[in-house]
């Protein structure tokens, strides 16, 4: 009989949750009264409890009970000495604050954040560059308001907006806010906090020229494209040198008046030949080439490839919850369990696919594969079975 070489004492699940901190996760619990009102459910079994839902992809708790029900006898393997009902869930979700969540990411965040950047990022050369963007949640109910025109029959259905900042190196979140959808993008720049030198590059719907006048005192750059009805003029043009790539249009500095204050930027008309298609970029950096400024703006792309990863890998339509707490803790947990199967990635001795990675997962929650030892070799185990087989087809 063939024996299995990546068998391990504990499940998959298991293994990703060795991944967290336990006492600091209780130290931050207890910072925050999370347990303060619960005798078994705490805060390490709740997000446990909706860990197992990300990677499960349950969308209900009746489907979450039931999970937990038919994982009875392993349910020692993940720290937890109960399955929870789904009462119990629910109202978590809906009192525990959503917060103490978000301080875990955080602090999971500090602990891989060495271990998750990208050396091989052509970016990488220049320092301390961060992209902004957010992405709407549609919800199913009208928890939050909704961007857009009320509609005729007065339904209208509620939206979350994620407002994200990465580090260009690191491909996950380093800092997260929520707001309605109907919250305007440029309040989510005041929550930043920039270090001296950085680079920020977000799309122009974050335009905000106080704080471009703000940014340019305190010595951050920025790279955005200019609006379509914004009224400037033109101060003088710069010269564009002979190395310049063709696509390069114009390299000019104008001044911008928006409520009586003056900001002088410098403008880029840049040709998308791959595109048909023009772009007109404004920065406060005039030491970067035009072609540089245009190449970073493309790197916004990068955290649009986020926002699909989340949404395509994670239950983020179906919520177990209709208040904002409890959709704000499950965003969380995504994020948290994002990180972790990054973490699993980064340490795999084989390239994959993250979508590959979660559906391994996803389809092995809670059976005892070594989880590591599988991802760098899945077919080790197989082709010694067939070769097994073919020599004893010989002897024969």
Known sequence: MHKYNKFSGKPILSQIINLLDRPKIKRTAERNKSDRYYKKFKTIDHLITMMSVSLSGCTSLREVSSMFLAFESRINHLGINYFPKRSTIADANSKRPSLVFGEIYYDLLIVYRKFLSDSSNQFNEIKNLFIADSTTISLFCDVLKGVGRNPINGKKKGGIKMHTLINS????????????????????????????????????????????????????????????????????????????????????????????????????????????????????????????????????????????????????????????????????????????????????????????????????????????????????????????????????
């Not at 040198?241 to 002088?264: A, F, Q, W």
């Not at 955290?303 to 209709?322: A, C, H, S, V």
């Not at 947990?333 to 993250?354: G, T």
């Open 169 to 396: 190196s690191e491909d996950v979140p380093s800092l997260v806010c929520f707001t309605s959808a109907a919250t305007h993008d440029h309040v989510f720049l005041k929550n930043l906090n920039l270090q001296k030198g950085s680079i920020i590059v977000f799309d122009k719907g974050y335009n905000d020229y106080n704080q471009y006048f703000e940014w340019n005192i305190d010595g951050i750059s920025f790279v955005t494209r200019q609006k379509d009805n914004a009224v400037w003029i033109s101060k003088e043009e710069l010269e564009i040198s002979d190395n310049t790539p063709s696509g390069v249009l114009k390299d000019e500095i104008i001044i911008i008046t928006k409520d009586k204050v003056s900001i002088e930027l410098r403008r880029i008309a840049y040709w998308d030949d791959s595109q048909k298609k023009l772009y007109e970029f404004i920065t406060n950096n005039y030491k970067l080439s035009p072609d540089k400024v245009a190449n970073i703006y493309k790197q916004r792309w990068q955290i649009e490839t986020l926002f699909k990863r989340l949404k395509q890998n994670f239950p983020l339509k179906y919520f177990l919850g209709d208040s904002q707490n409890a959709i704000e803790i499950q965003i969380w947990v995504s994020l948290i369990v994002h990180l972790l199967l990054k973490v699993v990635q980064k340490k795999a001795e084989r390239k994959w696919a993250y979508s590959n990675l979660v559906s391994i997962v996803r389809f092995h929650l809670m059976t005892y594969i070594d989880l590591f030892k599988f991802l760098k070799n899945p077919e080790s185990d197989w082709e010694k079975l067939t070769n097994k087989i073919k020599e004893q087809y010989v002897l024969f």
